[in-house]
C-alpha cells in the first residue's frame, strides 16, 4: 500500500507513528498525522501551518 505514496507521505507517517508512540498512544489518529506533518517541515502544509504561527510544541501541547 505504502509504495504508491510519495517519500514525503511516507516519512510524514512513520513521525506520526513516532508521535503516537511518545503520546502513549495505541493508533494512529488524525492528529499524529497533523503532528507528523508539521514536524516534517518542509512540505507545503508544513509551511502554511508554520506561516499561521502553528508549532509542533503547540499542537503536541493540545494533543496530550
Sequence with gaps: ???RFTD???RV???????????NH?????EHLLLGLIHEGEGVAAKALESMGISLEAVR????
Excluded: K, P, S
Design 26 to 30: 495505541n493508533y494512529i489518529g488524525t
Design 61 to 64: 501541547e493540545q494533543v496530550e
Design 8 to 10: 514525503r507521505a511516507r
Design 1 to 3: 500500500m505504502f509504495d
Design 13 to 23: 507517517i512513520v513521525l506520526a507513528q513516532d508521535e503516537a508512540r511518545m503520546l
